[in-house]
């Protein structure tokens, strides 16, 4: 467990290092920001990317934190009480192989530990299972933001030779939910009688490899998946226009109840407003401009800063000046 | 979460201060020790609940860790840009709420945060279930070593006046079950759309506040049941009687090794007296008195010294001052 | 038990019978297949709510199987040995309850006829899961095909005032996953002490309520989620034209192939055609008729027979026929 | 999945064949029942195998529903339009096949299809995991009443000769979680996008061979566990003595009061008799018989008749017919 726990920290921190570079590279790439599904306000890629670093780096804390408790080892007797060997023993082996010495065991190694370790995995699991996710998404016809990369020679479907189908955060997505449901056993192997019952084994000759060997499996697969992805720039700029600036309401309103109006007035006007250019698919900002309401309380230069994309990405270098990116 | 957190720890606390009591004060009293069920070698009653002190002390640190990772709290928009509001007012608003400034969000804090949270109150009823299955084992008919005690005035069965079932102890076995199945919700809930999707909000709902309630309500029964755990010295002395000696067979074997014989020589003398006591139910420290060949190898005073009880317990000290207990 | 699944096969049958409505209705309505996320061949909205309709059928099956199941009485006495009463009376008060006599029972009902009972709520809430994901897909902005209808004076976001989310549909997906978990505990509570321990029970008070009760709310919610559910059809026939035709490549392929040419050659001439399309975002079918290759083995009326919408959808009838739709 | 159901469906066949052997021959061999794990009232050991019979043919019932539903073939295109095959062809391949024709398919069979078949297997091991956990229990050191046969030259523990562990039956119990835990995926696996995401393919590669070899793998070792398990009737019947005779107690209440005591004084005065043979441990016979109040009520032949072993075995013909036993 210590040495397959070595493997994914350092898988883990392959991943930390791509999803740095990837956060850098666009942290000023405007981006629609989705909420339900549905167009909010903008972001940037790279905060998106900064956002599963913070992540990553919280789930390398838990790993080193699970194996850390896991690296015990123990030579205790039958049932753990020294009576042929002494625990000086226990210490010195231990210590050979630079495991901690547990301070007190069974026949056996208390299972919650076991426990910890194989649902940290099934929690980093279902952090890859999110990035994989919002890849899959990104990737739909609609959206086509994102793109695994193909690689020379790779067929897509044979039916249509354009298809490409976001396959490996597809299978990411679908061995996330072997690594979840493996914490149920590990749970279950917990509560055993008395001075240990052998029921915990068999399963664990199954849970144990599986879900470390998969979890190696899975960040590999991921980091060069993002690694080599592919960033449709275009897309992403049309699709945050898609919406023709109705992702600037709020701040309209904002900025009416700055200069006098209540709440409930902007929200009405603005409402009107936006409404309409939803239904007639028409610019936000136009309408806007053209509104005699709204133009006795705002100048052109007001509205034209409100307009002004950089605007919502003012605290981006904050937030990742507290990520030390 | 950081408040619920804060009183479960209270009751860890409560739970290590009693296992203490009861690890201290068992600490001599010999119990047979079994593993698979089966009657293996001696322990004591107290390095039973000095392995549940050390259990739940490991839950405190897990629980502690979860509660800090969950103490963050966010005014950070719709999408976590800071676009009308400055993280500087987050870091204002957290602080007096004594809450941690999380580095970067979307609409939401991540889930994996929640997850870990509800995944450690998992683990912690694994334990419970784990020390309240002990105490359903040795409270069966055969058995009957502890028991739960009942309060002035409760009845057993209505059918037989006698009959005392363990029904707390099942009870916590029983809740157990639902802290560990709500961890599924809380892995599923980590993998949302884009800057958030809100159907963790509907699961969340159900499983923060029951497995919170849950936990501090089977902690507070457990502690309860432990701290007023009749113990039935009869009976463990009757019980570590029962296979007549037998569990000094590898002591035995052991030293005849010391002696010279070989360990295939030696286990094959053994093994053909044990067999012989256990079929016969007679006392085997008798028959190895009488035995002609071990009488050539080992005195009546080395025979003596094997059959005495306190060697199996030499190192519990040890074992105690690791625990600092 | 019996009475909340009567209670939940009335709202399947709700389900289904809105199911039926809108397959009929949209029996011809194109929309684009989608697999991976990305556009496949046309379907028909029709078709859709079919296969959702036919999966309802089943879990009626399913859920009607296991209310048989369950639908059992027993007055068998303490370990199940009518030791002070005739199985006659057993059998005489199961009939005026209209449940079932048991063949035999320990002290209670084994525990497998609730899991089946808990399990196929949880197969319900997983299609149930589907439904409302698809639902949630289909609205996202770059989608928006359906729409979760909003009353008469809903508000959407405070902030965008045209933003309507799938909240309903998220819903569901977030209470699907605590019906899913609630199959956990069921089947751990299946593995009782000898003639019936009670660690089920405490277990049973969350889960069987909690089940029964959040698949009827869930299934009144969606039933009522689809009876009103909006229908962009300019937004589906939009997004059927996105990829401009190229869903027919591979019909085309196969024609080719009709004419004599190896599989090989038709995909290379089909592929370079369609890579070119995709590239340059251009109409497909424009490139297939100007392309002289193809022009040598199929004549215009072919060519315009291929990329007949409508040849799509001939087996339409056939499917809703074995559906008897 | 058909075949390997098929199997399945043997093996099944086989362990009911031997429980109901069991069944028979120790129709009438008295035994102590037990809840709670506390002594209740008398059973007989082959009421227990007819439970097990009793659940396994409500397991064949399932997997059969579970296969039947499975039995499926399709050939039904991209997005199962039939764009390019008739609807014939499949149904004359899945003739052959020996399969059923979906009524409807998307790209692929919907996965509720293959939930159900997986939560089918998880519940068929919650029953083995019952039964493998009882013999467990009966072969406790203090209970002993049944134990895993040993093979010719097999070697218990290394330490002491005799000590038998059941292995085999812990070993099925550690599985069982393994059977369990792949409903949750298979759960997961349900909610796929649109007219397919290939999520599940991956999670279904681990779970379906998983699951079906490791239920025949059990089921197996299981049906050879219980064909050649050791039966100690004098443990049964020593245990069943265990205490006294107190199991009587019930009905000498009932007695009683059929002799004109109200309720609550009969059970006053069994209570008394009976708490005092409990701590004294001696014979409640004894102390009925010299009791003067009881004697006022019940004549030494009516006393008798309650102390009579036989009068709870009174309905056992009736339960196994009822099993066509």
Same mark, same amino acid.
């Not at 992540?55 to 850390?68: F, G, L, P």
């Not at 076991?114 to 609609?142: D, M, P, V, W």
């Not at 690594?179 to 001075?195: D, F, M």
């Not at 250019?277 to 800063?305: A, G, P, S």
């Given at each position: 467990?210590?040495?397959?726990?070595?493997i994914?920290?350092?898988d883990?921190?392959?991943?930390?290092?791509v999803?740095?570079?990837?956060?850098?590279k666009?942290?000023y790439?405007?981006q629609?920001?989705?909420?339900h599904?549905?167009?909010a306000?903008?972001?940037?890629?790279?905060?998106?990317?900064a956002?599963?670093y913070?992540?990553?780096t919280?789930?390398?804390?838990?790993?080193? &934190?699970?194996?850390?408790?896991?690296?015990?080892g123990?030579?205790?007797?039958?049932?753990?009480? &020294?009576?042929y060997?002494?625990p000086?023993?226990e210490?010195?082996?231990?210590?050979?192989?630079?495991?901690k010495?547990p301070?007190?065991?069974?026949?056996?190694i208390?299972r919650?530990?076991h426990?910890? &370790?194989?649902?940290?995995?099934?929690i980093?699991?279902?952090?890859l299972?999110k990035?994989a996710?919002e890849?899959?998404?990104?990737?739909?016809t609609?959206v086509?933001?994102?793109? @695994?990369?193909?690689?020379?020679?790779?067929k897509?479907?044979?039916?249509?030779?354009?298809?490409?189908?976001?396959?490996t955060a597809e299978q990411?997505?679908?061995?996330a939910?072997?690594l979840r449901a493996?914490s149920?056993?590990?749970l279950?192997?917990?509560?055993?009688?008395?001075?240990?019952?052998?029921?915990?084994?068999?399963a664990?000759?199954?849970i144990?490899?599986?879900?470390?060997?998969?979890?190696?499996y899975?960040?590999?697969?991921?980091?060069?998946?993002i690694?080599?992805?592919v960033?449709n720039?275009?897309?992403?700029?049309?699709?945050?226009?898609?919406?023709?600036?109705?992702y600037?309401?709020? &701040?309209?309103?904002l900025?009416?109840? @700055?200069k006098g109006?209540?709440?409930?007035?902007?929200?009405?006007i603005?409402q009107?407003?936006a409404?309409?250019?939803?239904?007639?698919?028409i610019?936000?900002?136009n309408e806007?401009?053209n509104?005699?309401?709204i133009k006795?309380?705002?100048?052109?230069?007001?509205?034209?800063?409100?307009?002004d994309?950089?605007r919502?990405?003012?605290?981006?270098?904050?937030?990742?000046?507290?990520?030390?990116?």
């Amino acid at each position: 467990m210590k040495q397959a726990g070595e493997i994914i920290i350092k898988d883990l921190n392959s991943l930390k290092e791509v999803l740095k570079q990837k956060a850098k590279k666009y942290k000023y790439l405007p981006q629609i920001g989705r909420t339900h599904g549905v167009h909010a306000e903008p972001i940037t890629l790279g905060l998106k990317f900064a956002n599963w670093y913070d992540e990553t780096t919280r789930n390398i804390e838990r790993m080193k &934190y699970a194996i850390d408790v896991a690296s015990v080892g123990m030579i205790s007797g039958a049932v753990g009480t &020294y009576s042929y060997l002494s625990p000086k023993i226990e210490e010195y082996v231990c210590k050979k192989l630079k495991l901690k010495t547990p301070k007190i065991t069974s026949q056996i190694i208390s299972r919650d530990i076991h426990c910890q &370790y194989i649902n940290t995995i099934a929690i980093i699991g279902a952090s890859l299972e999110k990035f994989a996710l919002e890849i899959r998404h990104l990737q739909r016809t609609e959206v086509l933001e994102l793109e @695994e990369s193909f690689t020379k020679g790779q067929k897509g479907s044979s039916a249509m030779p354009h298809k490409k189908n976001p396959i490996t955060a597809e299978q990411i997505c679908g061995l996330a939910r072997i690594l979840r449901a493996n914490s149920i056993p590990a749970l279950e192997n917990v509560a055993l009688w008395h001075e240990r019952d052998i029921s915990h084994s068999s399963a664990e000759r199954v849970i144990l490899p599986d879900s470390t060997i998969l979890l190696d499996y899975t960040l590999n697969k991921l980091t060069n998946l993002i690694k080599n992805i592919v960033i449709n720039k275009d897309n992403i700029s049309n699709n945050l226009k898609l919406t023709k600036g109705l992702y600037n309401s709020q &701040y309209i309103m904002l900025k009416l109840t @700055e200069k006098g109006l209540t709440r409930e007035d902007a929200y009405k006007i603005v409402q009107e407003i936006a409404m309409n250019c939803w239904k007639m698919n028409i610019d936000f900002r136009n309408e806007v401009m053209n509104n005699k309401l709204i133009k006795k309380y705002l100048t052109i230069k007001e509205i034209d800063e409100i307009f002004d994309l950089k605007r919502f990405f003012t605290n981006v270098d904050y937030i990742f000046s507290r990520l030390k990116l």
